[in-house]
């Protein structure tokens, strides 16, 4: 495997499936991706259809106001499901705030993905429950978190692996570059997933790096793969890859999926005032289900069966989605005081007291029909 | 992560993203103008630069996008790229390059994309920019402005809605302000930028969108604090987007005859004791409000030197209105964390004895 | 940079390097012992590792070299590189690994090398190890402990004498503690380590060869002060190194026939008020003190509350005596900067109306 | 140029003089220190030898209780000495807390080169005097200060450069690897110069890096020089080579100086407690000092006068710097509240009457003879 470990400047870029639906063979990739049956490719293929939808709907939940926000994932769906689908349930996954795609194929509940950007809580799952922690939304900071993880799984001699997600913008930060110096320093077992959509918010990665992101780490000890983002094939085969070097000692790998975020940084974003004229249309060309839709075509697998119930499924999450999200239930107004600390804290408790009271005064005062806050 | 939801409310039903924002002509502001506080900040800085070719500005989305709120807006087509630089994503290099900029005699302003990002900056902050030109015995200067959108109440996630300002008026060397209005904004931003001291400018960004008159004078010091409202009962001290509800409340404590003397501080280090000094004498009652944490905030600080200075007119113990000790909770929340016109009435009340 | 001149002092003629000093054999710690305070630590520090396994150490330089302080000393040899981990050289990492480790169900405690040397990791502390427990509605624990040398007085160089305990306990979700004695340092760091929430632990660099009876008991709880010295003047509160001051100071005003009340503090987040009221309302006079500087330091937090909450006891305004508002200075200068005996009693007799 | 500048792992390394003292020709760098003369080698050597003799002089004076703290750049004169001796007056450093020699080599007067460790100051000179900042204790944050500056002189139009000195240990820190994504960015004229002695006080840079320093920066899109940090006139080219790059708009380089800390971190550390049997003897035979003998030697250039002359000056140097520490005087205490701000500042200029008048009172008190403070 070592010849397409990116010692070298520039990294080679790796792809399995042409943006026009074509297989290329790769020796190098081939080996990895064996055991994707047609069955497999239908049910990634059904993946990303889902979490696109899942990204239309929750964009327009934001829009009906049933969302504060939301950060659309429209474009990077191979990179997610591709490489989440590697994992297995005992790898932990450390995420920025947009891998939604990821928090599904992990088993997150529809509604659970857009609890914390209704503004209900900060965390819409429990960590331990799906081996993936919330999203961090301070740039760059899980990677540190993952690394962390990642030299405690050494310890305790298993072979569990934590794979953190974050975006090309993130690779200035230095939390991520201490993280590569960590992760090699103690040959811990992360993998360090990047995905490149050639963003953050409307500065172009050409702000933050002149070379390719995946060349980034080899200067750090550590290999790198650049693979196209928007074959989900590629994607699985690299993250694979890096899971088994992690698993047999070979410590950390970096890879870079090369991607593009089709839609805006938010729902409170508008990419017209920074997006080039056409590079919308261009990487529309090579957008990930389109491809993988032309390839199963090919291969006779886009049969009106499964058409049917790609479709259905898709139907049935979005409901599902829109469902929970509108029926969830606003936060207890205490628990805002909730879980700062796992023991009682004599300020904080007394600052519960006080307010508890000052609620209860006004629900007197109403009940005294006298108005003021219910 | 933009999260400007209050700011600009999304439209109530399904529908295309929202459109191009035309880009406003450049402010002339050679009499009054109305500006909105965003704005306002905008001319300040424009103003700034036309006079003084060292200004550079530096931040995360500045340059083509104008900034997540639009504050730099048009700054870029004007100045070029030298002098208002998109950086990479990473605040403690801004900060740090901003650092050697000022060696090189520029006078840098960073803007901090949203008051929970400061954190990767603060070493250089602390340990850098508040002490070099203490640590150099004056030979070196730090004319550094940093420029922070802080404060709740826009429903935004996590990180976006925090008021770290006690860090920073604990920490020595740096001057920090908070402006409330459009025509504080304007001149604020102006006399922070022309400080040879570096300058931690919190502006509410709540209030972005607030429009007020706006005259191209600088008008009293940074340093003074001002009286919003003059009254006789109780003193009400606040900064930032609280000054607004502070006002809010001595309007309503009007109606149940209660006169509140309500201070907008603008200058959170040094504080102008001096102004709110004069009003405890008179008043004798005192109540302090921010959103941040109470503890170790602003307010405790307050509360101690005006207890130090004014024991003997004191006629009850003061009073804080603050966020309660708690990580800044998520949006459906946040109206129970932060202060408000009850809070801060029933703050009052305590100050004037009604309550415990 | 080891910068430990006072507590390691050089010789006062030209010789050779110090020679390496015999590793200790482990303190078994069974009936009361006599330590030094960092050698009560590196007990603590053992005994905690022995009894839970999930216990590992992360820091510059603790393995081999034992620390700069040797206060994790023999500990590599006893526990292997596997549970004491000489990290690279970055702060933000250390916390932010240790984040990554209690995630995993361990309880990491983190040693920064110098109190100036926290600001790096300071986006990690604030924004992730103080928040993860809320983040998660309680789902994930943060049991992490950050150990911190801290305060002057040791003729050092920039950034190894700083207090920077004022930004930690103005950050909800963190425990604070600051000890001040062999015997507080074996009970609190071992209560720090069990504790489920993260806890900031200071340690006072000029004090840790001070030497100490240290009994394996765990005494009382982390949260609680300590009334040093009883007495009905006055009430004096300190933490860390100023304890020692404080009860000095107590015993010279003696000679003048007042009676101070020492109290150390321990735990300055939460502060046991209980203790500190109960004084207060018997002496009606408070004097606080602490080396970090004066404006936005623990000291008013402390006096606005005891004013909330004693308002009616108090005989006079609350006194702080502090370091000032400077940026730590040079060694030649800190002993006009710190706190000393004399300027606590000059703090007493401003309490007692004796001074303006 | 391009092609010893390392775009390839690992970086070369570069060497003109062996340790032995033997001139090797080099057709890449050669060019570079074409210039050299003999005089210049003698000139270069007396530098090492005079900041030698000052770092002795230093730890003395440490040792009799005259500074509180010394930093020894025992064995990495070179790497010092052949940087420094490359720049202009109008270039800008900013070095961390080890770099005396450079101070030496910018002008700054041997006393003030001590006044910081003797606690008197934290700044021993006025920067702007000397083309240098003061030394920065904070592990890696000068660096960003340096790009920053060079930033300032792109936009000036000038072709100053800033070069900026860290060691092994500071590559680990977020702010370093900031600073390679900040410089490359904007194309900064700076010069990122890594002494590499081996150890981060007790820590050996393997616990930083698995792979060379050297091969950090290319992923960066910053191409790097692996030189002999032993080797002054290697170092020299180095240094040129990166400058030359910074003035004529090639951006940033990073060179790693592979040398050796052969003394302790500090006055405050024993060394024998973490270094390994052997290693310092082994660096021994690679002295930069030694080295330089040799090849003058060989050139015949090492006269007798040149041995006297290079004897008194360093013995001069030594006696300034000790009669200039020890008369030192000490500040006066109302400068501890000094230059904190630029203009009046309402709390601090209250603290500063309060204690003037305590200060006062205690004069007060003692001409009264009744004791207390002086
Ligand atoms: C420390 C910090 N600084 C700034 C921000 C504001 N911010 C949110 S997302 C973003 C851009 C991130 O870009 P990238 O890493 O490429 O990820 P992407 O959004 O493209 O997925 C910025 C600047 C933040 N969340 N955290
Ligand atoms: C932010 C920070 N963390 C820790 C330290 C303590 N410290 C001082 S020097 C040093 C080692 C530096 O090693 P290196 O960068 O290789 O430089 P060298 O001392 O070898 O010249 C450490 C850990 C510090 N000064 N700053
Ligand atoms: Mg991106
Ligand atoms: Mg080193």
């Known amino acids: ?374 | 992560m933009t999260m400007t939801t209050i700011v600009r409310p999304s439209p109530s039903v399904a529908g295309p993203a929202p459109t191009s924002v035309p880009l406003a002509t450049p402010v002339p502001l050679t009499g009054t103008t109305t500006l909105t506080l965003a704005k306002a900040i905008n001319a300040g800085l424009r103003q700034a630069m036309l006079d003084d070719p060292k200004v550079v500005l530096l931040g995360e989305d500045i340059g083509t996008l104008g900034g997540v709120f639009r504050v730099t807006s048009d700054l870029l087509a004007e100045f070029g790229k030298r002098r208002v630089v998109d950086t990479p994503l990473a605040e403690s290099a801004i900060i740090g390059t901003a650092v050697g900029l000022a060696y090189r005699g520029y006078r840098p302003v960073c803007e901090i994309q949203f008051d929970g990002f400061i954190f990767p900056g603060f070493d250089q902050i602390v340990s850098q920019v508040a002490r070099i030109h203490y640590r150099t015995q004056g030979a070196v200067r730090m004319p550094i402005t940093i420029r922070v959108p802080f404060g709740g109440g826009i429903g935004a996630a996590e990180h976006h809605s925090e008021s770290p300002e006690a860090y920073f008026t604990h920490t020595s060397g740096l001057r920090v302000v908070a402006v409330s209005n459009p025509q504080d904004a304007y001149s604020l931003i102006r006399q922070a930028i022309a400080s040879d001291d570096p300058v931690l400018y919190f502006e509410p960004k709540r209030r972005y969108h607030v429009p007020g008159a706006v005259s191209p004078e600088l008008g009293a010091p940074m340093e003074s604090a001002r009286v919003v409202t003059p009254g006789t009962d109780v003193t009400l001290l606040a900064y930032g987007a609280l000054v607004a509800t502070a006002t809010d409340a001595a309007i309503a404590a009007s109606d149940e005859s209660v006169s509140i003397e309500v201070i907008d501080l603008r200058s959170l280090s040094p504080v102008d004791y001096a102004t709110v000094e004069a009003s405890v004498r008179k008043t004798g009652r005192l109540v302090v409000t921010h959103e941040a944490a109470r503890t170790g905030g602003l307010g405790g600080e307050i509360v101690a030197v005006v207890t130090e200075r004014c024991f003997e007119y004191l006629e009850a113990a003061p009073v804080r209105v603050t966020g309660f000790d708690i990580p800044y909770p998520p949006a459906k929340l946040e109206s129970h964390h932060l202060p408000d016109l009850d809070r801060m009435l029933d703050g009052v009340d305590r100050a004037l004895g009604r309550r415990r």
Chains 1, 4 share one sequence.
Request: charged share 20%; hydrophobic share 45%; glycine share 10%.
């Open chain 1, 1 to 374: 495997m070592l010849d397409i470990l990116a010692g070298d400047i520039p990294a080679t870029f790796l792809q399995l499936v042409t943006p026009d639906g074509v297989r290329q063979p790769d020796d190098r990739l081939d080996p990895w991706v064996e055991d994707v049956t047609g069955a497999h490719l239908v049910a990634l293929y059904q993946d990303m259809v889902v979490v696109r939808r899942i990204d239309a709907e929750a964009t327009a939940l934001q829009r009906q106001g049933e969302l504060g926000l939301w950060p659309p994932l429209l474009g990077q769906e191979a990179a997610q499901v591709g490489s989440a689908r590697a994992l297995r349930p005992d790898d932990f996954v450390f995420p920025s705030y947009r891998e939604n795609a990821v928090a599904y194929c992990r088993g997150v509940a529809p509604a659970d993905i857009v609890r914390v950007w209704r503004g209900n809580a900060q965390s819409g799952w429990d960590p331990y429950a799906f081996g993936m922690a919330t999203p961090n939304i301070i740039i760059g900071a899980q990677t540190l978190h993952a690394t962390g993880w990642a030299m405690g799984a050494l310890a305790d001699g298993v072979d569990s692996v934590a794979v953190t997600y974050f975006g090309d913008g993130a690779t200035s930060q230095g939390d991520v570059n201490e993280a590569l110096v960590f992760a090699a320093s103690f040959q811990a077992p992360v993998v360090f997933f990047c995905q490149n959509n050639q963003w953050a918010i409307s500065e172009p990665v050409g702000v933050q790096a002149r070379v390719s992101i995946a060349d980034r780490a080899p200067g750090f000890g550590i290999p790198s793969l650049r693979v196209d983002g928007n074959d989900v094939l590629a994607v699985m085969a690299a993250t694979r890859i890096a899971l088994d070097r992690a698993r047999t000692g070979g410590g950390p790998t970096f890879i870079e999926a090369v991607t593009y975020r089709m839609g805006p940084h938010t729902t409170a974003d508008d990419p017209t005032r920074y997006r080039p004229a056409g590079q919308l249309e261009e990487w529309a060309a090579k957008d990930p289900i389109l491809r993988l839709r032309l390839l199963l075509d090919g291969l006779g697998l886009l049969t009106p069966e499964v058409e049917e119930q790609t479709r259905a499924r898709a139907d049935a999450t979005a409901a599902v989605l829109r469902a929970g999200c509108i029926d969830m239930p606003d936060p207890e107004p205490l628990s805002v005081l909730a879980h700062v600390y796992t023991t009682p804290h004599a300020a904080l408790d007394g600052q519960r007291a006080n307010y508890a009271a000052y609620l209860a005064g006004f629900e007197q005062t109403s009940s005294d029909s006298t108005g003021g806050k219910a």
